[in-house]
Structures are given as structure tokens and as C-alpha cells.
């Protein structure tokens, strides 16, 4: 099931080959829509500006709904069945998975009536036996160096056991050949290995593996980032739901269900973690302490997490770490033109990692310069917040 919360619509789907329409304020229903062929769908999912909704089947097929629900167009770019797809939080791209491990990205243009979908970049075997579940993270970045090639970060998972993170560099509008220059995404349509997935990329496209976790001793059957694009939840048929930092480290290990985990989601101040097994239980995770006595996940709370909770508002994105999503404390400039946290660049480097960690492309020196300017905007923000009794580290 997934809801459009901008159009107060439930999208529920079956192997039947249909998808429900539902009014949230009522409970009512709205309509049935039919995949085509009738196929088993085994995905739905709305664009967060409520213009589309997408469904998946068994065959590969997947159909374009507007956002009057109606049937727009079938493609087919999978030869097996479509088990997971996920828009980019500004509803510009559309990411499809398959059982073959396959991703297709889509740019979406609007009106979405008159677009024409094509993928514009591919990525063969990014998990081996099927991918299963990915999802966006809210944080878009942009290439310091060219300030028009847009940085998404996305997560995957699969029967592999593996959690992967995801780069998808993206240039938006028409530029000339001199213009459009770009280290991130080619002019001309290549193909690169990263890892054991093939990636084929376009002038418009590119991606890159940045981050492979062994997250599970099964099946990784969903992850998600929270609301805040700080953390990583992930579930699987070995019956855990894990907490992880973008790093990779697993924080948290939540075992209560006595069997498989197949679906789990995140509200959107990042508060509650549900998780629904085949033990017939959906458990209600609180991160807060508010709904019970003992928090289950209360010491994660970060300095950004509170931050975002208490004000009602995101920081400012030249604020936040690429590589962990928190708010900066000691800032530093490498030489790929990114700043990030100190503690999480030296992190990434203690790993022997030589390339950056935005980019994937090699460096060629490693040190870091002091961010002083931003270091001191950061302290502005945040006395002008009174965030002055917050045990910030400055």
C-alpha cells in the first residue's frame, strides 16, 4: 500500500491485477484501476507531488497512471518481474528494480501525458538474484565544481543480504556541449563497471556504488531512510530490523518477531519504525520514549534529528555532512570541491579508501582544508535558533 498524502489518497494493489483507490478522510473507495494484461502487480507507488502514480507486475511490465487517474502508458523495460520502484523526493526520478537484479532510472517530465519513458541510465546485477526494496533519501546534493549536476542518494536491497548506497548523478535542463561539462556524467552513452554491477549511463545519467553493507544473514526484504536522511532501517527474512548510520554501522538490532520480517516503514518525523511479520504481529518501534516508558531507540537521537523536530524546518543543506547527513560540527574541504564533517572524511579514509566519497573518482591528494567561513555560519544558525543550551560540541 502507499499513500499520497497531498491528495489524501491510499493506493492499495493484489496479484489480481488491480489497484484500489482510497479516500483517507473517509475510508471510502475512489476507484479500481487494472494493470494491463491483468498481471500480478507486486509494486504501487505515488510521486511525492502527487502526478503520477506507477504500478509494477510480474512481467516486467509498468504502467503510468496522471494524476486523474488516468491510465497513461505500459513500458517495458525488464524481462522479470518488478518487485520495487521509488521516486526521487522531487518527484524528477523514477528508480525500477527487477528480480534479475536490474535498475532502471527514468527521468519524469511534465506533463507526464505527453512524456515519453526511456531509461537513462541502467545498472545490470546490482544484487545478485533480485532486488527487493529501495527508497530515496530527501537530501539532494549538487557538484560543487559545476553547480548544475544534481547528487541523489538512494539505498537497495536484495536476496544477496547486501544493503547498498547509491550515487545517481543527474543534469537536468539543455546546455550546450561546453556548458553541460561535467567529470560526473559522460557526453556520450558509456558503460563502467563499479563493484560487480555493470553501469550504463547516458549524457543525461550516471551512477555509482559508494557503500556495500553485509547487513543480514538472509534476504533483505525492505530498507528506508528516516524522515531526516540520518539513518538507514532495514528487515529481513532472518527476522531482525536493523538501525544503521550511513556508514554502515549497525546501531541497533530490534528482534522481536518470530518470524520474517517482510515490510517495514518510518513515519515522517522519524519517531515510529512499524514492522510487519509473517508471525502475524505488526510491532510499533518508538524512538522517543513518548508512547512508552522505556524508549526503544532514544540515545540515537541526533543533534539534527532535534533540531528538525524542535524548529519544524530543515537546515540548510550546505550545513549538512554528504557523507552522514548530520549537521556539521567541524567542517573540512577535500579536494573533490565537497565540504564534509572531519571525523567522517578521516572515517572514509582510515578505510584505505582512496576516492571521493560523493563521486567515486580518485583522488589524488587526501588532505583536508578547514571550512572556517561555514564552521562560523553553522554557530550563527544555530544561536539564532537558541540552540545554546543543546550540548552541540562547539
Known amino acids: 500500500m502507499k499513500a499520497n498524502l497531498k491528495g489524501g489518497v491510499l493506493a492499495s494493489s493484489s496479484v489480481d491485477g488491480s489497484i484500489i483507490l482510497w479516500n483517507i478522510n473517509d475510508g471510502e473507495k475512489i476507484t479500481s484501476l487494472n494493470q494491463e494484461a491483468g498481471e500480478a502487480i507486486r509494486a504501487c507507488v505515488f510521486s511525492p507531488d502527487g502526478s503520477s502514480l506507477v ?25 522479470e518481474a518488478v518487485h520495487t520502484m521509488a521516486f526521487s523526493p522531487d518527484s524528477y526520478v523514477l528508480l525500477t528494480g527487477c528480480n534479475l537484479g536490474n535498475l532502471r532510472f527514468f527521468a519524469v517530465e511534465q506533463p507526464i501525458e505527453s512524456h515519453k519513458f526511456s531509461p537513462f541510465c541502467s545498472v545490470d546485477n546490482s544484487h545478485d538474484l533480485g532486488v527487493l526494496s529501495a527508497d530515496f533519501c530527501k537530501i539532494i546534493q549538487n557538484d560543487p565544481s559545476d553547480k548544475r549536476t544534481a547528487i541523489y542518494t538512494l539505498v537497495t536491497c536484495g536476496t544477496d543480504h547486501y544493503i547498498k548506497m547509491w550515487r545517481l548523478f543527474v543534469i537536468r535542463g539543455e546546455y550546450s556541449d561546453d556548458e553541460r561539462r561535467t567529470k560526473l556524467v559522460p557526453q556520450t552513452q558509456q558503460e563502467h563497471v563499479s563493484g560487480t554491477s555493470t553501469i550504463y549511463c547516458t549524457e543525461r545519467m550516471n551512477a555509482e556504488c559508494v557503500l556495500t553493507v553485509n547487513s543480514h544473514g538472509s534476504s533483505v526484504t525492505c530498507v528506508r531512510f528516516n524522515g531526516s536522511g540520518t539513518l538507514l532501517i532495514s528487515c529481513s527474512l532472518d527476522r531482525m530490523v536493523k538501525i544503521w548510520d550511513l556508514q554502515g554501522n549497525c ?64 537546515l ?9 547527513h548530520e549537521l556539521m560540527r567541524n567542517p573540512v574541504v577535500l579536494e573533490d570541491g565537497f565540504t564534509y564533517e572531519a571525523s567522517a572524511i578521516e572515517d572514509w579514509l582510515r578505510m584505505g579508501k582512496r576516492t571521493s566519497p560523493m563521486t567515486n573518482l580518485e583522488l589524488d591528494s587526501v588532505e583536508t582544508i578547514p571550512n572556517s567561513l561555514l564552521k562560523s555560519n553553522i554557530d550563527k544558525y544555530l544561536k539564532s535558533l537558541d540552540y545554546d543550551s543543546l550540548d552541540t560540541g562547539f
Not at 63 to 77: A, D, K, L, M, Y
Not at 316 to 324: A, D, K, N, Q
Request: proline share 2%; aromatic share 8%; with cysteine.
Open 55 to 79: 504500478s509494477s507486475d510480474d512481467s516486467g511490465a509498468i504502467c503510468i497512471w496522471g494524476q486523474n487517474h488516468n491510465f497513461v502508458s505500459s513500458i517495458r523495460f525488464h524481462e
Open 316 to 324: 540548510p543543506l550546505e550545513f549538512i555532512c554528504p557523507i552522514t
Open 251 to 314: 546501531l541497533k538490532t530490534l528482534s522481536e518477531h518470530s518470524r520474517y520480517v517482510n515490510c517495514m516503514t518510518v513515519n515522517a518525523n522519524s519517531t515510529i519504525i512499524a514492522s510487519g511479520s509473517n508471525d502475524r504481529r505488526v510491532i510499533v518501534w518508538d524512538l522517543t520514549g513518548d508512547m512508552t516508558v522505556n524508549s526503544h531507540l532514544s540515545e540515537m537521537r541526533s543533534l539534527l534529528f532535534r533540531l528538525v523536530a524542535d524548529s519544524g524546518s530543515d
